[in-house]
């Protein structure tokens, strides 16, 4: 982190470890058949609702609406993980498609899962093969172990591992997946994300970086992961919530030190940076930011601090408050349309 004047100073690009950018067009849907009381029914009635309603061009506009709002708080780099079981074949495209025309990187996964019976796994399984196979970037997604078979879990692995690349679960984040550990111990390697770790024992054995999602966690009253207590590698993800990695630092840090007086905010900082491990890139990426200091200590107790020019590739992609690789009233208006549409299918469902 470098001074650049009296009032700015620079960075490179941070990244959002994990993040849904389906769920950018969630903000406004519609009122759940019942209330959620369980973390259970809020994926029942809420997100496993929301995820048989998208179809290509929703899933678009849902992406390019995450990316501008990224790139507009600094981020260069979102690690997605998705879902759309009406509309498997083509949707890493879309999302990939969507972050590049913002100008954000982008390393998308299918979320694996048996819920929707074995050919919606195979379905799943193929979206990943065939996008990595074809050049993109992406890692095999698995939703999570309780919503898969042993079978399914292992093809992810296999796949993965022809493929030279990690897997990106959810593990042990609510109570139904408690257990995870002995079901993917033998399956689990370094370059794999370990998505929330709530309930992980201590000393799990599983192999991977974990991701810690503070707010989401905190959100769907899942219980505080306290990352700090694995030996593995910790990164900051968002679980769909934006991707404002600035604030996610902020939140990690009060949750940890809301248990722990004597926790810093070099440690969530160091989190936030292990980002760069899974797109080098952004590091060389050159993020102006209107604040004269941009360190754990200072940052901690800052609020709002926002980017003043974002560069990509050695591309201006944000300058004086806008992207510059698309008009942003457009893109918000093509995502306003489509939020409207996923609504209604919603009222449906």
């Known amino acids: 982190m470098t001074a650049v004047g009296e009032f700015t100073s620079a960075s490179g690009g941070l990244v959002c470890s994990h993040h849904h950018l389906y769920s950018a067009l969630a903000r406004g849907m519609p009122a759940p058949p019942a209330t959620p009381s369980s973390f259970r029914q809020i994926l029942e009635l809420v997100w496993w609702r929301l995820d048989m309603a998208l179809d290509l061009d929703i899933i678009r506009d849902s992406a390019r609406l995450g990316a501008l709002e990224a790139l507009a708080r600094g981020c260069t780099a979102i690690v997605d993980h998705h879902e759309s079981p009406n509309a498997i074949e083509g949707s890493l495209d879309a999302i990939a498609e969507a972050c590049a025309e913002v100008g954000v990187r982008s390393v998308c996964s299918y979320g694996v899962t048996d819920r929707h019976g074995v050919e919606g796994a195979r379905r799943g399984l193929e979206e990943n093969r065939r996008f990595i196979a074809d050049g993109g970037r992406g890692m095999v997604g698995v939703h999570a172990a309780f919503t898969c078979s042993d079978e399914t879990l292992e093809s992810a692995a296999g796949i993965a591992a022809d493929l030279g690349v990690g897997v990106h679960i959810h593990v042990a984040e609510g109570p139904d997946d408690v257990g995870v550990e002995e079901r993917i111990r033998h399956l689990s390697k370094p370059d794999w994300l370990l998505v929330h770790g709530v309930l992980l024992p201590d000393e799990h054995g599983l192999e991977g970086t974990i991701v810690h999602n503070p707010r989401s966690n905190m959100n769907n009253a899942v219980g505080y992961a306290n990352p700090s207590r694995f030996s593995n590698p910790v990164a900051l993800g968002t679980d769909g919530i934006g991707a404002d990695m600035l604030e996610e630092f902020r939140l990690a840090y009060v949750a940890g030190r809301a248990s722990d007086v004597e926790v810093s905010p070099e440690a969530a900082w160091g989190w936030m940076e292990n980002g760069w491990k899974f797109v080098p890139e952004s590091a060389e990426d050159k993020v102006i930011w209107a604040t004269p200091e941009f360190d754990p200590w200072y940052q901690a107790f800052s609020t709002g601090t926002s980017?003043?020019?974002?560069?990509?590739?050695?591309?201006?992609?944000?300058?004086?408050?806008?992207?510059?690789?698309?008009?942003?009233?457009?893109?918000?208006?093509?995502?306003?349309?489509?939020?409207?549409?996923?609504?209604?299918?919603?009222?449906?469902?």
């Open 307 to 349: 980017p003043l020019s974002v560069e990509v590739d050695g591309e201006v992609v944000w300058a004086d408050g806008s992207p510059t690789r698309v008009d942003e009233v457009e893109v918000r208006t093509k995502a306003a349309e489509s939020a409207r549409r996923l609504f209604a299918r919603l009222e449906e469902i």
